[in-house]
């Protein structure tokens, strides 16, 4: 990217991976998700699982993915 331009972001992302590949490949030590269903689209503001770090480590929770206006 050249000085000046941006790249776009689409509004829209799937999860397909199951949890537990999720847990390993970031090293999640604590999750509070419960089961985690495939989500073919999580929208703005729909709850979607991030990866966040904390004092304990690495735990997997739930958001509402959007932008604030």
């Given amino acids: ?3 000046g331009t941006y ?3 689409c509004n829209l992302y799937s999860i397909t991976t199951n949890q537990a590949a999720i847990i390993a490949l970031f090293r999640v030590l ?3 998700v419960g089961n985690l269903p495939p989500m073919p689209g999580v929208f703005p503001d ?3 699982p991030v ?3 904390t004092d304990t480590g690495r735990e997997l ?3 509402r993915w959007g932008m604030s206006l």
């Fill in 7 to 9: 790249s776009r972001m």
């Fill in 1 to 3: 990217m050249t000085a």
């Fill in 46 to 48: 729909y709850p979607a």
């Fill in 30 to 32: 604590n999750r509070y």
């Fill in 61 to 63: 929770a739930m958001m």
């Fill in 51 to 53: 990866i966040r770090n």
